[in-house]
């Protein structure tokens, strides 16, 4: 299984309303991430679990909040989000360290829209 | 700090032409480079990688090769086929980067019939 999946595929929501992302990987990887990309532009990074740790926060406002259940899983909680949150939402996975930081798996993605 | 600088899209092909995006990066040291493809409404796929100098990555027709005099990663297909049409993203891994990709600003490819 070399997949990377992500539900919901489409996602809408208010401003106060509270959901969550979720990715899923069964590829062994013990680094999973959260990307953000805007209509045509490349991805930005949000988050890097290693080891179902926290290990890199790209400085993203608190109204995401990351979770990493398992090794395997991979969630994005949402709280109070503003319209300049919507986006697409990419989950990625990839072994850990050295070179096999080399080949990171992208899910479809999320499509966020704020309203 | 390691960037991308990619090609200026969109890029309009018609079927069976050669394609050529432009990629060139600055880096210290070796960086590993990628060329990854996102087709419409999907995520970004590995298209394919080079870990050192001199490396060829190829896959589905498409290849680029690692130069570090030029510093430089093209990406190039003999010959496109409608289905090609997506957007390219060039990006690379710096030797001290750990996980973190920097990513080039992507060229959108439309080949037509």
């Known amino acids: 299984d070399t997949e990377v999946t992500q539900t919901p595929k489409h996602l809408v929501m208010g401003m106060t309303n509270k959901k969550s992302l979720k990715c899923e990987q069964h590829?062994?990887?013990?680094?999973m991430y959260w990307y953000k990309q805007k209509a045509k532009k490349p991805p930005e990074l949000m988050f890097v679990y290693s080891y179902e740790k926290l290990s890199i926060n790209e400085s993203v406002p608190s109204r995401f909040s990351p979770e990493c259940p398992n090794s395997s899983l991979l969630n994005l909680h949402l709280h109070a989000l503003q319209p300049e949150d919507s986006a697409l939402y990419l989950c990625?996975?990839?072994?850990?360290?050295?070179?096999?930081?080399?080949?990171?798996?992208f899910g479809p993605g999320t499509r966020l829209t704020v309203l | 700090g390691d960037s991308v600088t990619q090609m200026e899209g969109p890029v309009t092909l018609s079927e069976e032409a050669f394609l050529t995006i432009n990629c060139t990066y600055t880096?210290?040291?070796?960086?590993?480079l990628f060329w990854y493809v996102q087709y419409p409404g999907e995520g970004l796929q590995l298209l394919l990688k080079?870990?050192?100098?001199?490396d060829k990555g190829s896959n589905k027709g498409f290849e680029a090769t690692y130069r570090k005099e030029t510093t430089s990663f093209h990406l190039e297909k003999g010959s496109v086929q409608v289905s090609d049409s997506a957007v390219y993203f060039c990006a690379l891994r710096g030797e001290t980067s750990g996980s973190r990709l920097t990513f080039g600003e992507g060229t959108q490819l439309t080949v037509n019939p």
């Open positions: 590829m062994g990887h013990r680094a």
């Open positions: 080079a870990t050192k100098a001199d």
């Open positions: 990625a996975s990839s072994h850990f360290g050295g070179d096999f930081y080399n080949e990171q798996f």
């Open positions: 880096a210290t040291g070796y960086p590993s």
